[in-house]
């Protein structure tokens, strides 16, 4: 009897460990800045951080120096470095630093007297340091990130806090794909600590925003591509892609619920086969027993045994013993 309790114990294994390869696909798509992809974007950050300090070479207060020299294994991404007075930028703001316009009354603290706005371009690489799922890109990640601009051979610098106080910072993308038929565009922002959000894309390719970060223009791939034949391509063949992805998901979900539902059904049958199995040979053994102690009688009874047995068995005394 202490069987049913170990194999009730071996289903409920069998069937964690079948749910778990699901469980994690399913938490890799509700939570997109997975803590890996977070700790590899922040390490990028830092990396481009030293390369676009080293285009700044005696550089000029307000001049945008493009970093050359990013390592092969980053082609597609550029990155460029811009040194600003911290007063100068309060007062004027910068009207142009490619993408990004930003308003005059941008404060950095801790208070610096010299900062330094890296500016990222992800390019190709966007995916793969901020994967969206259920999106596609329509725009590349931009980044712009501020720094301590007093120590130009500085690494691993933290960013500077920023507040735009009077008006949002702006990202006029310029090439936005467009969107499939009947999708609607949206910003997203990338916050430094892993956060992220959306908002509206104004005038077909602006974000805004009051924070430094990532920014791009995405569209739920979930939306029905366009029926349109050539121009907006682009993202329709990754949406149905992701939409494959999310059947064979909910596919292998049913298959191990229903798989695990068939294991229960056969584990119980098992369960009550072996039961009367036992019981079947319980009665077999008091059989034999019973047999046995038969034989043992006959035995003790020595040379005479047979006819003593034949006695025993025909002996109407039995049935007598039950009459009243
Ligand atoms: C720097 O790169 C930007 C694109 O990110 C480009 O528009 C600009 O012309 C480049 N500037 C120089 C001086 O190469
Ligand atoms: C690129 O290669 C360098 C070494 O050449 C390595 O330190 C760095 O981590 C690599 N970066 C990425 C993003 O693979
Ligand atoms: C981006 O494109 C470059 C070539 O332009 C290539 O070397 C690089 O591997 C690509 N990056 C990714 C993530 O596909």
Redesign the pocket.
């Known amino acids: 009897m202490k069987l049913l309790p170990s194999l009730i114990m071996m289903l409920v294994l069998v069937l964690y460990f079948e749910s778990l390869p699901s469980v994690r696909a399913q938490s890799s798509t509700i939570y997109p800045g997975s803590s890996s992809t977070r700790e590899e974007a922040k390490a990028l950050d830092a990396l481009l951080q030293q390369y676009a300090y080293r285009a700044l070479v005696n550089p000029k207060t307000g001049t945008i120096y493009n970093a050359t020299h990013l390592p092969?294994?980053l082609?597609?991404i550029e990155v460029a470095a811009l040194r600003l007075r911290s007063g100068s930028l309060r007062r004027k703001g910068f009207h142009a630093y490619n993408e990004f316009e930003i308003p005059k009354g941008l404060i950095a603290s801790p208070y610096v007297e010299r900062l330094v706005l890296v500016y990222q371009n992800l390019?190709?690489?966007s995916t793969?340091y901020y994967s969206l799922p259920n999106y596609t890109y329509l725009a590349p990640v931009l980044g712009l990130l501020a720094y301590d601009g007093s120590n130009l051979s500085a690494t691993n610098l933290s960013e500077l806090e920023i507040d735009a106080s009077q008006g949002p910072i702006l990202v006029k993308f310029r090439e936005v794909k467009s969107a499939p038929h009947g999708a609607v565009a949206k910003c997203v922002w990338f916050g430094l600590q892993g956060s992220s959000n959306f908002s509206n894309v104004t005038g077909g390719n602006t974000c805004s925003s009051s924070q430094q970060g990532h920014f791009s223009i995405v569209v739920p791939s979930s939306a029905t591509p366009a029926p349109s034949p050539a121009p907006n391509e682009g993202p329709a063949p990754s949406a149905q892609g992701e939409g494959e992805k999310d059947n064979k998901k909910v596919w292998i979900i049913v298959g191990s619920v229903v798989g695990g539902l068939a294991l229960l059904v056969l584990l119980s049958l098992l369960v009550l086969w072996m039961n009367k199995y036992k019981k079947k040979k319980k009665m077999q053994q008091m059989e034999r027993a019973a047999e046995v102690g038969e034989a043992l009688q006959m035995a003790s009874i020595g040379d005479t045994k047979a006819p003593a047995a034949t006695v025993t068995r025909t002996q109407p005394t039995l049935e007598h013993e039950y009459a009243p």
């Open positions: 092969s294994n082609t597609g390019g190709n690489w793969r």
